[in-house]
């Protein structure tokens, strides 16, 4: 199978591309970090995931959740 065929094959089935559904899926555990470790630095978190900041994460989370790591992380704080 070459790897055009793998992507179509991929997004056929997860109606994502491979680059969007790891960005998903690094999104959600950053999410779930958040929530499970308040103790976690975001700037250390958007490190260990690969960002190459925490503005550029913080941009990113965003974009995907609508509100900021820090505003999430309150949010959890307050439920």
Not at 30 to 42: G, H
């Amino acid at each position: 199978m070459t790897p055009v065929e793998l992507t179509r094959r991929f997004v056929r089935y997860e109606k994502l591309t491979p680059a969007e559904f790891r960005m998903r899926t690094r999104l959600e555990f950053a999410a779930r970090e958040l929530r499970t470790r308040p103790e976690l630095p975001i700037g250390a978190l958007a490190l260990t995931l690969g960002f190459a900041s925490s503005q550029h994460f913080a941009n990113v989370f965003k974009r995907y959740y609508g509100i900021t790591p820090s505003e999430h992380r309150a949010h959890i704080d307050n439920i």
